[in-house]
């Protein structure tokens, strides 16, 4: 493609290792049209598209810090919670952003459920697949979802990772009956992962992720019942940075705390089973592969949830619940569950080809 001038500034949320991960694809596509991409992020999510981009700048950027509560505790009413901070984190992210454009010339912002990542001066995309938030409840769905469209509705448009129409990954969490107020384009799937030849050298891949203290609960719960199983096992604890590993565990479990995702990628495609949450991008990434997989919601988070059960009753994925877990329930029931094929997953490049194109003309006076 020919040679842009272009610069996109893109910062994803620090809520897990999702919202950079599927951050991976579009930065690619971005490159390959030589667009000038910058990266606003910390902590795990840094360090891993650091690891994925080592030529791009990265610039820090305070996370929001969402932590979920232990074994006990309504993940909803925790959430609500935190909105002051969340909400001092906005404005926050906001005023650094208008600093940063001062010093700093920029064509485009693609800001992935940062709610302040945007200027009024240059497009600015959100990215969110979640516009009927799930809380189990109608009347708050319908008020989580009126105040989410006024963060939404102050970005020029949105992008949605996943298919305009079912069959689709998230379900009615993508396509509400009411939409936001500005353009809203579906980008298909946004997976870092290819389909690859599966092979079976591991009989359970475990993919552990998400915010803590909840990523540390389940792992405390795998470690003894991983102690008495025979079968190989791949476990991957998601905690990038890190270098200190697990003690005890027999010989058959193979540990590590990150893998760079070309060498993760290889693990999953020779896993006969892989466990992971039900977070969507972990559930983009592994139904791209064909992976069967066995989802564990995180207690309480009622899009994981939703997510599971969504992706169970389509035939996509076997799912069941983290209380009184176990591992050797869950391979038996695993097995005997008929896994169907998820739709294609497939990002719109010609989406991101005609918006690239385009952003000369939206940069006009005269069409803001």
């Not at 667009?35 to 795990?44: D, L, N, Q």
């Not at 998820?342 to 989406?351: D, G, I, T, Y």
């Amino acid at each position: 493609m020919e040679t842009t001038s272009l610069k996109v500034l893109i910062a994803p949320l620090d809520w897990g290792l999702g919202h950079a991960s599927r951050c991976i694809p579009l930065i690619n596509k971005l490159l390959s049209m030589n667009v000038s991409v910058t990266i606003a992020a910390s902590g795990p999510s840094a360090f891993l598209l650091q690891e994925a981009f080592p030529g791009l700048k990265i610039l820090y950027l305070e996370g929001y810090q969402i932590r979920y509560q232990g074994r006990k505790g309504w993940f909803t009413w925790k959430l609500l919670q935190q909105i002051p901070r969340i909400k001092s984190t906005i404005k926050q992210e906001k005023k650094w952003l208008s600093n940063f454009l001062q010093k700093e010339n920029f064509d485009a912002i693609i800001s992935d459920n940062r709610y302040g990542f945007y200027d009024t001066s240059i497009p600015s995309i959100i990215i969110t697949h979640q516009l009927c938030i799930q809380t189990g409840w109608s009347f708050s769905n319908y008020l989580l979802q009126k105040f989410h469209y006024r963060l939404i509705n102050k970005f020029t448009s949105c992008w949605v990772p996943d298919l305009p129409k079912e069959p689709s990954l998230a379900g009615k969490l993508s396509h509400p009956v009411q939409m936001p107020g500005i353009p809203v384009s579906y980008l298909g799937p946004l997976t870092r992962f290819s389909k690859k030849e599966n092979f079976s050298k591991y009989r359970l891949c475990i993919l552990l992720s998400g915010p803590e203290p909840q990523r540390t609960i389940f792992e405390e719960q795998l470690i003894e019942q991983l102690k008495r199983v025979s079968f190989s096992v791949m476990l991957i604890r998601g905690l990038p940075g890190s270098d200190t590993l697990l003690n005890g565990l027999p010989e058959n479990i193979i540990q590590f705390n990150h893998l760079r995702s070309e060498d993760l990628q290889k693990i999953v495609a020779g896993s006969e089973y892989v466990l992971a949450r039900s977070g969507y991008s972990s559930i983009m990434d592994l139904l791209s592969m064909g992976s069967k997989c066995i989802f564990v919601p995180t207690p309480g988070q009622t899009e994981q949830q939703y997510l599971a059960r969504h992706l169970a009753n389509a035939g996509y994925a076997f799912s069941c619940l983290q209380k009184n877990f176990s591992l050797e329930t869950a391979l038996t029931q695993a097995t005997a569950f008929k896994y169907g094929k998820p739709p294609k997953m497939v990002m719109n490049e010609m989406m991101i080809e005609e918006w690239v194109k385009g952003l000369p003309l939206a940069l006009q006076p005269a069409s803001r």
